[in-house]
């Protein structure tokens, strides 16, 4: 679900919440030693995401927020904030040529620069909660 998050909006927090969990106290994102991610270029999109890009030769930049039960991708166009809620169960990452994160039909593709290289423990975090995530629903041992 891609949300217009220019201007606050209550029903958009609820969304989000419901969706991806709320967000990580600021005690739990201390101990976690932050839980966004510096901003990524974004390289790729699907094309059912290219109305949030850019039209001009312009950079398009990303950022990622972790919840408790999924991520939120923000992405920047102009004066204008959009965010693309991604809970855990629809996550796929790709590792090529940067990285590649896929869900809900779409895709988006990061630029392997030096900024998506600074990123590498941050990308390591998302892995080790998508991984906490999936063992709630373990059902191998039944």
């Given at each position: 679900m891609i949300l217009n998050t220019t201007y606050f909006n209550k029903e958009h927090k609820q969304l989000l919440q419901d969706?991806?969990?709320?967000?990580?106290s600021f005690i739990e994102a201390f101990k976690m030693k932050g839980?966004?991610?510096?901003?990524?270029?974004?390289?790729?999109?699907?094309?059912?995401?290219?109305?949030?890009m850019n039209?001009?030769?312009?950079?398009?930049?990303?950022?990622?927020?972790?919840?408790?039960?999924?991520?939120l991708i923000l992405?920047?166009?102009?004066?204008?904030?959009?965010?693309?809620?991604?809970p855990?169960?629809?996550?796929?990452?790709?590792?090529?040529?940067?990285?590649?994160?896929?869900?809900?039909?779409?895709?988006?593709?990061f630029r392997n620069s030096t900024t998506f290289k600074e990123n590498k423990k941050f990308f390591d975090k998302m892995?080790?909660?998508k991984i906490k995530y999936d063992e709630q629903y373990n059902f191998q041992n039944i």
């Open positions: 969706l991806v969990g709320p967000p990580f839980v966004g991610s510096k901003r990524m270029i974004i390289e790729d999109v699907s094309p059912n995401l290219n109305k949030f039209k001009v030769s312009d950079v398009n930049y990303a950022n990622i927020e972790l919840r408790k039960n999924g991520i992405i920047n166009k102009g004066l204008q904030n959009y965010t693309w809620a991604i855990y169960y629809q996550l796929v990452i790709y590792k090529t040529n940067g990285s590649s994160i896929h869900a809900q039909g779409k895709f988006i593709h892995l080790d909660e």
